[in-house]
Protein backbone atom coordinates (compact mmCIF):
# COMPACT_ATOMS: atom_id res chain seq x y z
CA UNK A 1 0.00 0.00 0.00
CA UNK A 2 1.65 3.05 -1.13
CA UNK A 3 1.42 6.32 1.17
CA UNK A 4 -1.05 8.28 -0.54
CA UNK A 5 -3.49 5.01 -0.34
CA UNK A 6 -2.73 5.23 3.47
CA UNK A 7 -3.68 8.53 4.18
CA UNK A 8 -6.88 8.32 2.46
CA UNK A 9 -7.65 4.70 4.41
CA UNK A 10 -10.18 5.21 6.96
CA UNK A 11 -10.17 4.17 10.86
CA UNK A 12 -12.04 1.05 12.03
CA UNK A 13 -14.34 3.52 14.52
CA UNK A 14 -14.79 5.50 11.35
CA UNK A 15 -15.80 2.66 10.09
CA UNK A 16 -17.98 1.52 12.41
CA UNK A 17 -19.74 4.62 12.72
CA UNK A 18 -20.64 5.13 9.28
CA UNK A 19 -21.38 1.30 8.37
CA UNK A 20 -23.73 0.92 11.62
CA UNK A 21 -25.37 4.65 10.57
CA UNK A 22 -26.33 2.94 7.24
CA UNK A 23 -27.57 -0.01 8.05
CA UNK A 24 -29.93 1.62 11.20
CA UNK A 25 -30.80 4.44 8.07
CA UNK A 26 -32.01 2.20 5.74
CA UNK A 27 -32.65 -0.60 7.87
CA UNK A 28 -31.01 -3.38 6.14
CA UNK A 29 -31.54 -6.20 8.30
CA UNK A 30 -35.26 -6.15 6.83
CA UNK A 31 -34.30 -8.08 3.95
CA UNK A 32 -34.30 -11.68 4.39
CA UNK A 33 -34.50 -14.93 2.38
CA UNK A 34 -34.98 -17.97 3.43
CA UNK A 35 -35.91 -16.72 6.78
CA UNK A 36 -32.38 -15.16 7.33
CA UNK A 37 -31.44 -11.75 7.50
CA UNK A 38 -28.92 -11.49 4.30
CA UNK A 39 -27.20 -8.21 5.20
CA UNK A 40 -24.77 -9.52 7.30
CA UNK A 41 -23.45 -11.41 3.87
CA UNK A 42 -22.28 -8.40 3.00
CA UNK A 43 -21.25 -6.07 6.17
CA UNK A 44 -17.33 -6.97 6.07
CA UNK A 45 -17.20 -6.79 1.94
CA UNK A 46 -18.84 -3.04 2.66
CA UNK A 47 -16.48 -2.18 5.66
CA UNK A 48 -13.46 -3.32 3.29
CA UNK A 49 -14.54 -0.44 0.97
CA UNK A 50 -15.47 2.23 3.07
CA UNK A 51 -12.03 1.79 4.77
CA UNK A 52 -9.72 1.77 1.73
CA UNK A 53 -7.91 -0.89 3.08
CA UNK A 54 -8.04 -4.14 1.50
CA UNK A 55 -6.94 -7.36 2.25
CA UNK A 56 -5.49 -9.47 -0.45
CA UNK A 57 -3.01 -12.41 -0.80
CA UNK A 58 -5.43 -15.47 0.02
CA UNK A 59 -3.20 -18.78 -1.30
CA UNK A 60 -5.87 -20.74 -2.78
CA UNK A 61 -5.69 -23.79 -4.33
CA UNK A 62 -5.89 -23.94 -8.33
CA UNK A 63 -8.47 -24.92 -10.09
CA UNK A 64 -7.69 -28.26 -10.86
CA UNK A 65 -6.79 -29.45 -6.83
CA UNK A 66 -9.97 -28.18 -5.82
CA UNK A 67 -11.79 -30.39 -8.42
CA UNK A 68 -9.86 -33.21 -6.94
CA UNK A 69 -10.00 -32.15 -3.39
CA UNK A 70 -13.71 -31.79 -4.40
CA UNK A 71 -14.28 -35.51 -5.82
CA UNK A 72 -11.96 -36.80 -2.51
CA UNK A 73 -14.97 -35.21 -0.43
CA UNK A 74 -17.83 -36.50 -2.59
CA UNK A 75 -16.17 -40.18 -1.70
CA UNK A 76 -15.54 -39.21 1.44
CA UNK A 77 -19.70 -38.43 2.12
CA UNK A 78 -19.97 -42.20 1.95
CA UNK A 79 -18.13 -42.27 5.55
CA UNK A 80 -20.75 -39.76 7.01
CA UNK A 81 -20.91 -41.02 10.95
CA UNK A 82 -23.08 -39.61 14.19
CA UNK A 83 -21.26 -37.48 16.32
CA UNK A 84 -21.58 -34.76 19.12
CA UNK A 85 -19.55 -32.35 18.01
CA UNK A 86 -18.99 -31.25 14.28
CA UNK A 87 -16.11 -28.64 14.06
CA UNK A 88 -14.74 -26.66 10.94
CA UNK A 89 -11.44 -25.35 10.89
CA UNK A 90 -8.49 -24.03 8.33
CA UNK A 91 -5.85 -25.77 7.39
CA UNK A 92 -3.47 -22.49 7.90
CA UNK A 93 -4.36 -23.42 11.62
CA UNK A 94 -1.90 -26.21 11.26
CA UNK A 95 1.33 -24.15 12.19
CA UNK A 96 2.99 -26.25 14.90
CA UNK A 97 4.22 -29.94 15.36
CA UNK A 98 3.89 -32.28 17.96
CA UNK A 99 5.52 -35.51 17.71
CA UNK A 100 6.09 -34.89 14.03
CA UNK A 101 2.72 -34.00 12.84
CA UNK A 102 1.13 -30.66 12.90
CA UNK A 103 -1.68 -29.58 14.88
CA UNK A 104 -4.39 -27.34 14.66
CA UNK A 105 -3.73 -24.97 17.04
CA UNK A 106 -7.65 -23.94 17.20
CA UNK A 107 -9.27 -27.54 18.02
CA UNK A 108 -6.94 -30.37 17.96
CA UNK A 109 -6.16 -30.04 21.87
CA UNK A 110 -9.67 -29.46 22.64
CA UNK A 111 -10.60 -32.91 20.24
CA UNK A 112 -8.83 -34.79 22.18
CA UNK A 113 -10.66 -34.17 25.31
CA UNK A 114 -14.06 -34.36 23.91
CA UNK A 115 -13.41 -37.36 21.60
CA UNK A 116 -17.24 -37.97 19.35
CA UNK A 117 -16.38 -34.89 16.71
CA UNK A 118 -16.74 -34.38 13.03
CA UNK A 119 -14.26 -32.53 11.44
CA UNK A 120 -14.59 -30.28 7.85
CA UNK A 121 -11.30 -28.39 7.01
CA UNK A 122 -11.06 -25.15 4.90
CA UNK A 123 -8.69 -25.30 2.33
CA UNK A 124 -7.71 -21.51 2.90
CA UNK A 125 -3.66 -21.51 1.53
CA UNK A 126 -2.15 -23.93 -0.45
CA UNK A 127 1.18 -23.64 1.16
CA UNK A 128 -0.29 -25.75 3.53
CA UNK A 129 -1.88 -28.32 2.07
CA UNK A 130 0.97 -31.19 2.37
CA UNK A 131 0.39 -30.81 6.17
CA UNK A 132 -3.10 -32.51 5.76
CA UNK A 133 -0.78 -35.74 5.08
CA UNK A 134 0.97 -35.59 8.38
CA UNK A 135 -2.05 -33.64 10.55
CA UNK A 136 -1.87 -34.55 14.59
CA UNK A 137 -5.85 -34.85 13.39
CA UNK A 138 -7.13 -35.54 10.21
CA UNK A 139 -10.33 -33.75 8.76
CA UNK A 140 -13.07 -35.67 7.92
CA UNK A 141 -14.06 -33.16 5.37
CA UNK A 142 -12.57 -30.42 3.37
CA UNK A 143 -15.58 -27.66 2.57
CA UNK A 144 -14.38 -27.95 -1.57
CA UNK A 145 -16.99 -30.26 -2.38
CA UNK A 146 -19.70 -27.68 -1.05
CA UNK A 147 -18.08 -24.49 -2.18
CA UNK A 148 -17.84 -25.98 -5.68
CA UNK A 149 -21.20 -27.20 -5.36
CA UNK A 150 -23.28 -24.26 -3.77
CA UNK A 151 -21.05 -21.55 -6.31
CA UNK A 152 -22.22 -23.53 -9.63
CA UNK A 153 -25.84 -23.43 -8.52
CA UNK A 154 -25.34 -19.88 -7.83
CA UNK A 155 -24.94 -18.99 -11.28
CA UNK A 156 -27.67 -21.59 -12.91
CA UNK A 157 -30.73 -19.24 -11.85
CA UNK A 158 -32.29 -17.11 -9.35
CA UNK A 159 -35.41 -17.02 -7.84
CA UNK A 160 -37.70 -13.83 -7.45
CA UNK A 161 -37.27 -12.91 -4.16
CA UNK A 162 -33.38 -13.27 -4.33
CA UNK A 163 -33.16 -10.57 -6.94
CA UNK A 164 -35.85 -7.90 -5.29
CA UNK A 165 -33.96 -8.30 -2.37
CA UNK A 166 -29.91 -7.81 -4.00
CA UNK A 167 -32.03 -4.64 -6.00
CA UNK A 168 -33.02 -3.18 -2.73
CA UNK A 169 -29.74 -3.38 -1.16
CA UNK A 170 -27.68 -2.56 -3.90
CA UNK A 171 -29.99 0.96 -4.00
CA UNK A 172 -29.24 1.55 -0.79
CA UNK A 173 -26.19 1.13 -1.30
CA UNK A 174 -25.71 3.02 -3.97
CA UNK A 175 -27.34 5.77 -2.46
CA UNK A 176 -24.35 5.88 0.76
CA UNK A 177 -21.40 4.95 -1.33
CA UNK A 178 -22.12 5.76 -5.26
CA UNK A 179 -19.83 3.84 -7.55
CA UNK A 180 -17.95 1.95 -4.85
CA UNK A 181 -21.26 -0.25 -3.86
CA UNK A 182 -21.88 -3.44 -4.08
CA UNK A 183 -23.91 -4.38 -7.38
CA UNK A 184 -26.97 -6.06 -7.41
CA UNK A 185 -25.33 -8.92 -9.23
CA UNK A 186 -22.69 -9.50 -6.85
CA UNK A 187 -25.15 -8.80 -4.00
CA UNK A 188 -27.55 -12.06 -5.92
CA UNK A 189 -24.23 -14.07 -6.23
CA UNK A 190 -23.57 -13.74 -2.56
CA UNK A 191 -27.03 -14.57 -1.76
CA UNK A 192 -27.65 -17.95 -3.66
CA UNK A 193 -24.22 -19.45 -2.99
CA UNK A 194 -25.13 -18.82 0.75
CA UNK A 195 -28.56 -20.47 -0.22
CA UNK A 196 -27.22 -23.33 -1.28
CA UNK A 197 -24.41 -23.57 0.83
CA UNK A 198 -26.52 -23.70 3.81
CA UNK A 199 -29.02 -26.74 2.19
CA UNK A 200 -25.90 -28.56 1.33
CA UNK A 201 -24.90 -27.97 5.27
CA UNK A 202 -28.55 -28.83 6.63
CA UNK A 203 -28.72 -32.10 4.79
CA UNK A 204 -24.74 -32.99 6.37
CA UNK A 205 -25.96 -32.05 9.58
CA UNK A 206 -29.11 -34.35 9.71
CA UNK A 207 -26.65 -37.52 8.89
CA UNK A 208 -24.48 -36.11 11.85
CA UNK A 209 -27.05 -35.64 14.29
CA UNK A 210 -24.71 -32.89 16.72
CA UNK A 211 -25.05 -31.20 19.55
CA UNK A 212 -22.43 -28.47 19.10
CA UNK A 213 -21.25 -26.65 16.05
CA UNK A 214 -17.96 -25.23 16.68
CA UNK A 215 -16.11 -22.80 14.31
CA UNK A 216 -13.10 -20.36 14.37
CA UNK A 217 -14.51 -17.45 12.08
CA UNK A 218 -17.25 -15.12 11.93
CA UNK A 219 -17.45 -15.67 8.43
CA UNK A 220 -19.19 -18.98 8.16
CA UNK A 221 -23.04 -17.56 7.73
CA UNK A 222 -23.91 -20.90 5.90
CA UNK A 223 -23.14 -23.61 7.76
CA UNK A 224 -23.80 -21.61 11.01
CA UNK A 225 -27.41 -20.95 9.57
CA UNK A 226 -27.74 -24.59 8.97
CA UNK A 227 -26.69 -25.58 12.44
CA UNK A 228 -29.77 -23.27 14.01
CA UNK A 229 -32.09 -24.44 11.57
CA UNK A 230 -31.82 -27.27 12.80
CA UNK A 231 -31.14 -26.75 16.72
CA UNK A 232 -27.74 -27.03 17.01
CA UNK A 233 -25.82 -24.83 19.10
CA UNK A 234 -23.28 -23.07 17.19
CA UNK A 235 -20.14 -21.58 18.91
CA UNK A 236 -17.42 -19.48 17.72
CA UNK A 237 -14.27 -19.63 18.85
CA UNK A 238 -12.29 -16.15 19.17
CA UNK A 239 -8.96 -16.68 16.75
CA UNK A 240 -7.90 -12.84 16.10
CA UNK A 241 -8.72 -9.40 17.09
CA UNK A 242 -12.08 -8.53 18.27
CA UNK A 243 -13.20 -5.56 19.36
CA UNK A 244 -16.20 -3.04 19.35
CA UNK A 245 -14.95 -2.09 15.46
CA UNK A 246 -14.76 -5.07 14.01
CA UNK A 247 -17.19 -5.13 10.65
CA UNK A 248 -18.08 -8.85 12.55
CA UNK A 249 -19.27 -8.00 15.52
CA UNK A 250 -19.98 -3.76 15.61
CA UNK A 251 -23.70 -4.70 15.49
CA UNK A 252 -25.18 -1.84 17.32
CA UNK A 253 -28.56 -2.14 19.52
CA UNK A 254 -30.55 -1.42 16.24
CA UNK A 255 -29.48 -5.04 15.00
CA UNK A 256 -30.75 -6.57 18.45
CA UNK A 257 -34.08 -7.59 17.63
CA UNK A 258 -33.48 -9.33 14.23
CA UNK A 259 -31.06 -11.53 16.27
CA UNK A 260 -32.38 -14.71 16.02
CA UNK A 261 -32.87 -14.15 11.83
CA UNK A 262 -29.04 -13.43 11.48
CA UNK A 263 -26.83 -16.20 10.89
CA UNK A 264 -24.31 -15.76 13.64
CA UNK A 265 -23.55 -17.67 16.59
CA UNK A 266 -25.19 -18.37 19.67
CA UNK A 267 -22.48 -18.13 21.63
CA UNK A 268 -18.87 -16.54 21.64
CA UNK A 269 -15.81 -18.55 23.39
CA UNK A 270 -13.05 -15.42 23.83
CA UNK A 271 -10.02 -15.40 25.30
CA UNK A 272 -10.26 -12.83 28.03
CA UNK A 273 -12.64 -9.82 30.22
CA UNK A 274 -10.47 -7.14 27.27
CA UNK A 275 -11.91 -8.76 24.76
CA UNK A 276 -16.12 -8.98 26.60
CA UNK A 277 -15.74 -5.30 27.14
CA UNK A 278 -15.20 -4.60 23.88
CA UNK A 279 -17.76 -6.48 22.70
CA UNK A 280 -20.35 -5.53 25.76
CA UNK A 281 -19.41 -1.76 24.45
CA UNK A 282 -21.58 -2.42 21.18
CA UNK A 283 -25.07 -2.71 23.04
CA UNK A 284 -25.56 -6.05 20.66
CA UNK A 285 -23.57 -8.63 22.96
CA UNK A 286 -24.79 -10.07 26.15
CA UNK A 287 -25.51 -13.52 27.07
CA UNK A 288 -23.49 -15.15 24.06
CA UNK A 289 -20.09 -14.20 25.63
CA UNK A 290 -18.00 -16.96 27.38
CA UNK A 291 -14.49 -15.93 29.04
CA UNK A 292 -12.42 -19.14 28.26
CA UNK A 293 -9.17 -18.20 27.63
CA UNK A 294 -6.91 -19.84 24.68
CA UNK A 295 -5.46 -23.11 24.20
CA UNK A 296 -2.62 -22.02 22.80
CA UNK A 297 -2.07 -19.60 25.27
CA UNK A 298 -1.72 -22.06 27.68
CA UNK A 299 1.07 -23.94 26.31
CA UNK A 300 2.96 -21.49 25.29
CA UNK A 301 3.07 -20.10 28.66
CA UNK A 302 4.40 -22.86 29.99
CA UNK A 303 7.01 -23.47 27.62
CA UNK A 304 7.95 -19.82 27.95
CA UNK A 305 8.98 -20.74 31.74
CA UNK A 306 10.54 -23.50 31.06
CA UNK A 307 12.93 -22.56 27.84
CA UNK A 308 15.78 -20.91 27.48
CA UNK A 309 16.08 -17.47 26.54
CA UNK A 310 17.98 -17.31 22.86
CA UNK A 311 21.66 -15.70 23.81
CA UNK A 312 21.68 -12.81 21.37
CA UNK A 313 18.48 -9.89 21.58
CA UNK A 314 15.90 -11.48 19.55
CA UNK A 315 13.05 -9.01 18.25
CA UNK A 316 10.11 -11.04 16.32
CA UNK A 317 8.50 -8.92 14.03
CA UNK A 318 4.84 -9.77 12.70
CA UNK A 319 3.42 -8.54 9.31
CA UNK A 320 -0.07 -8.48 8.49
CA UNK A 321 0.33 -8.61 5.25
CA UNK A 322 -0.61 -5.29 4.90
CA UNK A 323 1.67 -2.15 4.00
CA UNK A 324 4.67 -4.26 3.54
CA UNK A 325 6.36 -1.19 1.46
CA UNK A 326 6.17 0.67 4.50
CA UNK A 327 7.14 -1.99 7.08
CA UNK A 328 9.89 -2.78 4.75
CA UNK A 329 11.28 0.89 4.91
CA UNK A 330 10.86 0.93 8.50
CA UNK A 331 12.73 -1.82 9.07
CA UNK A 332 15.60 -0.84 6.88
CA UNK A 333 15.43 2.28 8.62
CA UNK A 334 15.64 0.68 11.96
CA UNK A 335 18.27 -1.86 10.94
CA UNK A 336 21.07 1.59 9.91
CA UNK A 337 19.88 2.61 13.28
CA UNK A 338 20.78 -0.16 15.59
CA UNK A 339 24.48 -0.89 14.82
CA UNK A 340 26.34 -3.85 14.55
CA UNK A 341 27.90 -4.40 17.24
CA UNK A 342 24.86 -5.28 19.33
CA UNK A 343 24.29 -9.11 19.55
CA UNK A 344 21.03 -8.83 17.80
CA UNK A 345 18.19 -11.33 15.90
CA UNK A 346 15.17 -10.07 13.92
CA UNK A 347 13.05 -12.82 13.08
CA UNK A 348 10.17 -11.27 10.21
CA UNK A 349 7.15 -13.98 10.32
CA UNK A 350 4.79 -13.10 7.74
CA UNK A 351 1.03 -13.81 7.58
CA UNK A 352 0.10 -17.05 6.76
CA UNK A 353 -3.04 -15.99 4.49
CA UNK A 354 -2.10 -12.39 3.40
CA UNK A 355 1.47 -12.28 2.71
CA UNK A 356 1.29 -13.95 -0.73
CA UNK A 357 5.26 -13.85 -1.39
CA UNK A 358 8.47 -13.49 0.70
CA UNK A 359 10.25 -12.18 -2.36
CA UNK A 360 9.77 -8.40 -1.46
CA UNK A 361 11.27 -8.89 2.16
CA UNK A 362 14.27 -11.15 0.91
CA UNK A 363 15.69 -8.75 -1.71
CA UNK A 364 15.04 -5.55 0.93
CA UNK A 365 17.03 -7.89 3.91
CA UNK A 366 19.58 -9.80 1.29
CA UNK A 367 22.50 -7.50 2.81
CA UNK A 368 21.33 -8.14 6.86
CA UNK A 369 22.64 -11.83 8.20
CA UNK A 370 20.76 -11.12 11.14
CA UNK A 371 17.76 -10.64 9.65
CA UNK A 372 15.23 -13.89 9.22
CA UNK A 373 12.38 -13.96 7.14
CA UNK A 374 9.83 -16.83 7.61
CA UNK A 375 6.29 -17.13 5.93
CA UNK A 376 3.95 -18.30 7.76
CA UNK A 377 3.80 -22.27 6.53
CA UNK A 378 7.80 -22.22 7.66
CA UNK A 379 8.91 -23.41 11.08
CA UNK A 380 9.33 -22.18 13.50
CA UNK A 381 5.70 -20.70 14.16
CA UNK A 382 5.17 -17.54 15.67
CA UNK A 383 3.94 -18.85 19.06
CA UNK A 384 7.61 -20.07 19.28
CA UNK A 385 9.49 -17.30 18.63
CA UNK A 386 7.74 -15.65 20.69
CA UNK A 387 8.62 -18.19 23.65
CA UNK A 388 11.92 -17.21 23.13
CA UNK A 389 11.88 -13.90 21.89
CA UNK A 390 13.02 -10.75 24.08
CA UNK A 391 10.96 -8.03 22.12
CA UNK A 392 7.67 -8.45 19.98
CA UNK A 393 6.94 -5.48 17.22
CA UNK A 394 3.80 -5.34 14.72
CA UNK A 395 1.62 -2.90 13.34
CA UNK A 396 -2.46 -3.03 14.39
CA UNK A 397 -2.23 -7.53 15.06
CA UNK A 398 -3.62 -10.37 17.78
CA UNK A 399 -0.02 -11.02 18.36
CA UNK A 400 0.41 -7.79 20.20
CA UNK A 401 -1.79 -9.52 22.75
CA UNK A 402 -0.41 -12.74 22.55
CA UNK A 403 2.94 -11.52 23.26
CA UNK A 404 1.42 -9.80 26.46
CA UNK A 405 -0.02 -13.22 26.87
CA UNK A 406 3.32 -14.77 26.98
CA UNK A 407 5.13 -12.30 29.10
CA UNK A 408 6.67 -10.45 25.95
CA UNK A 409 7.11 -6.92 26.18
CA UNK A 410 5.34 -5.44 22.80
CA UNK A 411 6.03 -2.65 20.66
CA UNK A 412 3.34 -0.27 18.37
CA UNK A 413 5.05 0.39 14.70
CA UNK A 414 2.86 3.30 13.68
CA UNK A 415 1.76 2.04 10.04
CA UNK A 416 -1.43 1.72 8.82
CA UNK A 417 -4.62 0.72 11.30
CA UNK A 418 -1.99 1.03 14.22
CA UNK A 419 -4.57 3.19 15.91
CA UNK A 420 -6.09 -0.01 16.98
CA UNK A 421 -3.78 -1.02 19.41
CA UNK A 422 -3.13 2.28 20.99
CA UNK A 423 -4.83 2.12 23.63
CA UNK A 424 -2.06 -0.35 24.53
CA UNK A 425 0.02 2.39 24.56
CA UNK A 426 -1.88 4.35 26.76
CA UNK A 427 -2.70 2.28 29.22
CA UNK A 428 1.45 1.38 29.88
CA UNK A 429 0.69 -1.85 28.50
CA UNK A 430 2.67 -1.63 25.28
CA UNK A 431 5.86 0.48 23.84
CA UNK A 432 5.28 2.64 20.59
CA UNK A 433 8.10 3.64 18.51
CA UNK A 434 6.71 6.61 16.14
CA UNK A 435 10.11 6.45 14.39
CA UNK A 436 12.90 3.95 13.24
CA UNK A 437 14.98 5.62 15.58
CA UNK A 438 12.21 4.97 18.69
CA UNK A 439 12.32 1.21 18.21
CA UNK A 440 16.88 1.37 17.81
CA UNK A 441 16.10 3.29 21.26
CA UNK A 442 14.08 0.57 23.03
CA UNK A 443 16.05 -2.78 21.31
CA UNK A 444 19.27 -0.95 22.67
CA UNK A 445 18.22 -0.16 25.99
CA UNK A 446 15.96 -3.52 26.74
CA UNK A 447 18.26 -5.08 29.36
CA UNK A 448 18.25 -1.39 31.28
CA UNK A 449 14.57 -0.54 31.10
CA UNK A 450 11.33 -1.91 32.50
CA UNK A 451 8.96 -3.21 30.34
CA UNK A 452 5.23 -2.49 30.60
CA UNK A 453 3.71 -4.56 32.99
CA UNK A 454 -0.08 -5.65 32.29
CA UNK A 455 -2.46 -8.46 33.75
CA UNK A 456 -1.79 -10.88 30.95
CA UNK A 457 -5.31 -12.93 31.90
CA UNK A 458 -7.10 -9.49 31.52
CA UNK A 459 -6.44 -10.67 27.72
CA UNK A 460 -5.80 -14.65 27.80
CA UNK A 461 -7.86 -16.12 30.82
CA UNK A 462 -6.03 -19.30 32.34
CA UNK A 463 -7.24 -23.12 32.11
CA UNK A 464 -8.39 -22.67 28.73
CA UNK A 465 -9.45 -26.31 28.28
CA UNK A 466 -11.15 -26.62 31.38
CA UNK A 467 -13.32 -23.63 30.85
CA UNK A 468 -14.32 -24.58 27.06
CA UNK A 469 -15.22 -28.50 28.78
CA UNK A 470 -17.16 -26.83 31.81
CA UNK A 471 -19.21 -24.11 28.67
CA UNK A 472 -20.11 -27.37 27.19
CA UNK A 473 -20.97 -29.30 30.18
CA UNK A 474 -18.10 -32.00 30.06
Known amino acids: MSANSRSRAISAAAVRERICH ?17 WPLLRTQVAVRLANHPLVGNKHLTRRKRLSMAVQ ?12 YVVESYLSARGEQEGGLFKDHFFDDLLREIGEYFKIESLNNKAFLPRSDAALIRSDLTTSLFELVSGFL ?39 RFLWAKRLYSWLLKRIDP ?50 CMPIPDRLFIYGTHWEEELVATGFWREE ?5 SPRIDQYRAVRS ?26 LAFLSLVGT ?24 FLPHRNVHVLLGSEPP ?25 LGVPTVILPLSGYENVLHLYHSGHAFLAQTPRDLSDIVQRLHNMNAPVCSADHYFRPDAIENIKRELGL
Open 22 to 38: IESKHDLLQYMVDGWCV
Open 73 to 84: DACRLSRVRRAR
Open 154 to 192: ARTGCAGRVRTVAESLSQCLHQELGPNALTSGAIERTIL
Open 211 to 260: EFLLVADPGEHDIVAAAKERGVVAIEFQHGFVDRNHSSYSWSAYAARFRR
Open 289 to 293: ICVVG
Open 306 to 331: TAEPMKDIALVVTAQGTDSEALIAFL
Open 341 to 364: PLPFHLYVKLHPVYDTSRQPYDAA
Open 381 to 405: STFELLARAHLHASIASTCHYEALG
